[in-house]
């Protein structure tokens, strides 16, 4: 009796011996222009080979614009920090020396690392996978082992397809029960997390499990998987099942044919087994959850939007709090409804994609973003973009008055020239509120896109039930 | 790189004792657009250590006159987590910190701390406790820390570490990880043999077409 990660990482195991961590082997490795260039200057001084360029595929997302070009210029010519240019014609060249597939500027397959790589059917059930990113948690949503490294590791999956590592613990987080109206994937995971803490998950892969996972979309599951890291976790996984099946049926990296059918019967018996056990398990009653908000510095302090921010006393460590709502400026027993936003952030790879972006033009539709609010709707990939803009949501978030900007991580790791003001207020639906994150003195407000389309239309924090 | 090898240490210590100090505060994210790992150290702890007008914060501890040389960062709970950038560990030994204890680390940044030369201790909440006592006694006590004994001390307090075996013979010796694995090619392309074939034949494909 196996849980579903203990079958992935068995499957991988390539050694184990002495004292040493076990040898486990990558099957996808995800490459990006901010954590690669120092993994492949290791590679040239030592004279080393890429070992698998075939389980490699390389982008550019952290640090290039989301500005649209100019009808008749390339996007590689828009205006860029000096240091962000050079990573990118790092990338380049080291992708062409190395034979190392890049999925570059002008490729309409661009887009995040972890929202292509599951439109494109890299992603796959069973799979290990990882990128120098911590985000990497996303692809868990298909039943992979998926997690981030740091860029020496880089280094070493480049020349030897494999890493050394230490096994985790498992924690099942079980779901159960129907999310209310308004209440979202996000909602849920900042529950989670809040639940847990931020390093609640460290040392763990976390299985979700329960009716309210199994009901849920994979990109919805995606978002879940995608905060992981938020809690600490190594990685976060769910059992593929029909929903997975169904969404990646068609994509150009899965197989096709009987080959197709042959991968879904050995998928399918990745489910942990009846019987099988985690060193720790949390339930959670999705019935209970409203949609969520971020108060604090730390994605675990977050609250159900219409109730109070904790007061000194109510927290497991004041002084942490304390220093966490004077940066935030936020009055500790009072609710943070009805204060005044400036920005509204609707992207990332951890809400970037259609449905996320649907639910913030439902709110927008026949609406307009508040005078006050800047509001940026950046999609995950230029494939969703391609989608919002053939359904019309592109439209929706025009009319209303938001900026429709090209696929990246933008303003979540705020590296490409997307910020937020020192000192502002942003909702932002990606996946880290910590000090300075969108920005010097930025204060961030993380929620579900369903919230922060609602906060745009009012200008200060609104729950979103109010304009369903 | 092969890490420097780490035997003992006699050094000072700085204390930030804070919880869940992460990487963003460690190095933030505007200053990832390099594409070396040298000269980090500037960087450190930028938004805490300096202003908006980049002058030190006097009230920051790296700014403190006691903290001029010291090599061991004493900080909280579930130090290093978010983001999985190693140039958090590269800024952190570039400023000349050769030891981080906390009460816990986040597992990716206690990963990439290693591979830099830099020893990560967690100790237990009254361990901890005790040290931030000696060290509030006396802000420039020297701090002890035997990797191959696995003990850290300073004035009258001592106290063992645990260490995972692999990373300890690693610390000890310089060894490189990178080594480690291309010396047990034979296996890896034994284990490439029997793996399900999965997604390399698609990649391909797809590169292809990318070209």
């Known amino acids: 009796m196996r849980t579903l990660f ?4 068995q499957a991988h195991v390539v050694r184990e011996a002495g004292d040493a961590p076990t040898i486990l082997y990558v099957d996808l490795h995800l490459l990006h222009e901010v954590t690669s260039p120092q993994a492949f200057s290791e590679l040239a001084a030592r ?10 595929v390389a982008t550019m997302d952290h640090s290039t614009p989301t500005v649209t070009a100019p009808a008749g210029a390339a996007a590689r010519a828009l205006p860029m920090a000096a240091g962000a240019a050079e990573q990118l014609a790092q990338l380049e060249a080291n992708c062409a020396r190395y034979g190392v597939p890049l999925i570059g500027w002008d490729d309409d397959r661009r887009g995040i690392v972890h929202v292509f790589g599951p439109e494109l059917g890299y992603t796959q059930p069973g799979m290990t996978i990882v990128c120098g990113d911590s985000h990497t948690s996303t692809h868990g949503a298909f039943g992979a082992l998926a997690f981030g490294i740091g860029t020496s590791e880089v280094g070493h999956v480049l020349a030897t397809q494999c890493l050394l590592q230490r096994k985790p613990c498992t924690m099942e987080v079980r779901v159960d029960g129907a999310l209310g109206p308004g209440v979202r994937a996000k909602d849920l995971v900042l529950a989670i997390i809040a639940r847990i803490g931020v390093g609640g998950g460290t040392g763990h892969v976390i299985e979700y499990t329960g009716s309210t996972i199994r009901a849920m979309s994979m990109e919805s599951r995606m978002t879940v998987c995608n905060m992981s890291i938020e809690a600490g976790a190594r990685a976060g996984m769910i059992a593929p099942d029909d929903t997975t099946f169904d969404y990646l049926a068609g994509r150009p990296g899965v197989p096709t044919g009987e080959a197709w059918d042959a991968a879904v019967s050995r998928w399918r018996a990745l489910a942990t087994d009846e019987g099988a056990t985690y060193d720790r398990t949390v339930t959670i009653d999705a ?7 971020s108060y604090g510095t730390n994605p675990e302090m977050s ?5 109070p921010v904790p007061g000194l006393a109510d927290y497991r460590d004041g002084p942490a709090l304390e220093r966490a709502l004077a940066y935030m400026g936020v009055t500790p027993d009072e609710p943070l409804l009805g204060k005044p936003v400036q920005t509204v952030f609707i992207g990332s790879c951890t809400t970037g994609r259609t449905s996320d972006l649907r639910d913030a033009a439902a709110v927008l539709r026949g609406r307009r973003v508040a005078d006050s609010v800047r509001m940026l709707v950046v999609p995950g990939s230029q494939q969703v973009k391609r989608q919002a803009e053939a359904e019309g949501l592109a439209d929706v978030f025009r009319a209303a008055g938001a900026e429709w900007r090209e696929s990246g991580c933008s303003m979540c790791i705020a590296m490409n020239g997307d910020q937020v003001r020192a000192g502002d207020y942003v909702v932002s639906t990606s996946n880290r509120n910590f000090e300075g994150r969108q920005g010097p003195g930025a204060r961030t407000l993380l929620a579900s896109p369903l919230t922060a389309a609602a906060c745009a239309v009012r200008g200060v924090v609104t729950d979103p039930r109010t304009l369903l | 790189m092969t890490p420097l090898p780490f035997t003992t240490l006699e050094a000072r210590a700085v204390r930030l004792v804070r919880d869940d100090i992460d ?8 200053f990832l657009t390099t594409i070396s790992r040298a000269g980090l150290g500037r960087h450190l702890f930028a938004d805490w250590r300096c202003d908006s007008m980049n002058a030190p914060r006097p009230d920051f501890p790296l700014n403190a006159p006691a903290a001029e040389g010291a090599r061991v960062l004493v900080a909280g709970r579930n130090f290093g987590c978010g983001s999985s950038r190693e140039h958090a560990s590269w800024a952190l030994a570039d400023w000349g910190f050769r030891v981080i204890i906390a009460t816990s680390f986040a597992d990716i940044f206690r990963n990439n701390a290693s591979k830099n030369g830099l020893l990560t201790i967690a100790l237990g909440a009254s ?4 040290l931030l ?8 006590a020297t701090l002890h820390v035997d990797l191959a004994a696995q003990r850290v001390a300073a004035g009258n307090w001592s106290a063992s570490f645990t260490i995972e075996p692999f990373a300890k013979r690693c610390l000890l010796e310089g060894v490189d990880e990178l080594g480690f ?6 296996d890896i392309a034994a284990f490439e043999v029997r793996h399900t074939p999965g997604v390399a034949a698609a990649l391909l494909t797809a590169s292809r077409a990318a070209s």
């Open chain 1, 47 to 56: 004279g080393l080979a890429v070992r698998r360029p075939d389980r490699s």
């Open chain 1, 303 to 307: 609250i159900a939007v219409n109730a």
């Open chain 2, 127 to 130: 361990d901890h406790r005790a």
């Open chain 2, 133 to 140: 006592d000696v060290l509030e006694g006396d802000g420039s």
């Open chain 1, 287 to 293: 019935t209970t959850i409203a949609p969520m908000i």
């Open chain 1, 6 to 9: 203990e079958k992935v990482w």
């Open chain 2, 23 to 30: 990487t963003d505060q460690i190095i933030p994210a505007r």
């Open chain 2, 181 to 186: 694995l291309l010396a047990v090619d034979a």
